[in-house]
């Protein structure tokens, strides 16, 4: 995934997401998350 595609997810809500000051920060488990609902999209 490039920098666009996550920037996607976050927007869309697929992706949880939090600012520290000016920075976009993503959670383990958030991403972990995210990585599995694709895995069982594509099967």
């Given at each position: 995934?490039?920098?666009?595609?996550?920037?996607?997810?976050?927007?869309?809500?697929?992706?949880?997401?939090?600012k520290v000051g000016r920075l976009r920060r993503i959670t383990r488990q958030?991403?972990?998350?995210?990585?599995?609902?694709?895995?069982?999209?594509?099967?």
């Amino acid at each position: 995934m490039n920098r666009s595609a996550i920037y996607r997810a976050i927007q869309s809500g697929d992706l949880k997401s939090y600012k520290v000051g000016r920075l976009r920060r993503i959670t383990r488990q958030a991403l972990e998350n995210y990585v599995s609902k694709l895995e069982k999209g594509a099967a």
